[in-house]
């Protein structure tokens, strides 16, 4: 994983796609400080951890988490959606989370268990092999999906201790609603912006 972050970083730089404002890159990265404080504030694993926003254009994700406590984000998704820092550290929070909570391990143990663990020996072969067909992804859906809803819980309580706004993060969720379509519902791992933010208010 920590092999695929460094690949997304290394393409970035090679196409020229890496990020280069310097006051975008300044916000996020002292919005991602806080939030890396406030993980380390409710488990104590990543108390001496700096974690890593990178910012890249057209990544196609509004952000991805990498163990290595490395996340990317998508510069035009902050941009397009006009992100306040409340949104912003909600949208990293829910990324640490999926770091915290092991969903990275599980859908490697999910392709071991798939394909069988002599096909697939080490960590590298099960994520090239989950990465190189998208009818692994749709197997894995249900179990992404609840991994998704896990992130939105523990990373509103990551979100909380970070002392930003609760009610401005929860614009984020307004925002995505109106980019969402039926056929999004059908094929992503996340439940509809609706529902998640009642999760993560039910939290705060």
């Keep these: 994983w920590r092999g695929l972050a460094s690949s997304y970083v290394r393409k970035a730089l090679a196409d020229q796609t890496l990020n280069r404002d310097p006051a ?10 806080v939030v890396g404080s406030a993980v380390a504030a409710i488990d104590a694993r990543y108390a001496q951890v700096e974690w890593k926003a990178i910012l890249i254009e057209h990544f196609g994700y509004g952000a991805v988490a990498f163990p290595g406590e490395t996340i990317i984000v998508d510069a035009d998704f902050v941009r397009r959606m ?18 915290l909570a092991g969903h ?3 859908k490697l143990s999910f392709m071991a268990e798939f394909l069988g663990k002599d096909r697939l020996p080490t960590a590298r072969t099960a994520l090239l092999e989950f990465l190189a067909e998208d009818s692994y992804a749709a197997a894995f859906r249900p179990t992404a999906r609840l991994q998704e809803r896990e992130a939105d819980t523990l990373g ?3 979100f909380f201790a970070t002392g930003y706004d609760t009610r401005r993060a929860l614009w984020l ?8 379509t039926s056929e999004d519902d059908e094929r992503d791992s996340h ?4 529902v998640r933010k009642r999760t993560v208010s039910a939290v705060f």
């Design 24 to 33: 975008l890159n300044a916000r996020v990265d002292r919005v991602m400080a």
């Design 82 to 99: 006009k992100l306040g820092d409340d949104e912003l550290a909600l949208l990293l929070c829910h990324e640490a989370a999926h770091v």
């Design 104 to 106: 990275a391990s599980t």
């Design 156 to 158: 509103a309580a990551i």
């Design 173 to 180: 969720f307004d925002k995505l609603a109106l980019t969402e």
């Design 191 to 194: 439940d509809t912006a609706t």
